[in-house]
């Protein structure tokens, strides 16, 4: 009988990475949970031989659907899916949907609260809700491990973000950064290292490793510098000149309470990356260089 994962979020970036790990380890089978089916990226993951299942987060009797019969889960949650914007209750579907159907172990993708660490100064709803849920998966008593994640690297490559890489008039590397300088900035690369370390963590369960990952969370991070370093490294890097605009502000309060209280508030303080205890099981994160020579070079055509 297969081992199934169900993993949230299948036919997005940290859903996807997950199922490609999977496909790749062979320990799990992945079930991709889907809105909608017969999108193009769920019928990519078809091609693959991924049983893909549609559950809509905002209806907790469709995630119910498609955690049954999970031995272990990912779980993630979506800004604006569905019928509600509101992740803390896409959160507790998925939570309480994998209590109910008696899921072994579940990795839960979460982040640094915004509320939290600015006390309250700063709001962001998005990362608030998720931070909020990992109290509420401890307090099920589901085993479980919390991977903490930061700034997303591929946002450097996604023209929906301010900070998406282009060449200039010049020839030369140009960001619009909404990121306040001299901010410690915590960064993970989702698609390379997020698959890889739910996969990792599921392999320690199914090794019987459970009580040494049970209640843990791991800091998802490749790397934490100042922010003008990123910027040096993709400068030394691609060896072009790199010019930075620093934005005061994107005109939206959600994520300019989010960049302002990292300068502000440093995220995951105190935290060694990477994450000693991810290590300790195997994995091995990218690096920042790597990133730019295998994400923003080709994005840019050089």
Known sequence: MSRIATVFGATGLQGGSVVKQLLKDGVFRPRAVTRNPNSDGAKELAKLGVDVVAGDLADFDSVKKAVAGS????????????????????????????????VKYLVWSSTESVVGVSGGKYQCISLDDKAELDNYLRATGIPHSILLTGGFLENWTRPVFPDCVKLDENGEVAFASRWVQGSIAIL????????????????????????????????????????EDWYKIIETTLSKKVNVTWLPTVTYKMFDDMYDSVKEFEWYKGRQVPDPGLVALGVKFGTLEDFVRTEIKPYLGL
């Open 71 to 102: 031995e272990v889960v990912f779980a993630v949650t979506i800004p604006g899916h569905g019928k509600t914007n509101r992740e803390l209750e896409q959160g507790k579907f998925i939570i309480d949907a994998a209590k109910e159907a008696n």
């Open 188 to 227: 993970s690369w989702i698609d390379r290292d997020l698959g890889l370390s739910v996969s990792t963590l599921f392999n320690a369960y199914a090794d019987g490793k459970l009580d040494e990952i049970n209640g843990k969370d791991y800091v998802m991070l490749c790397q934490k510098l100042p922010i």
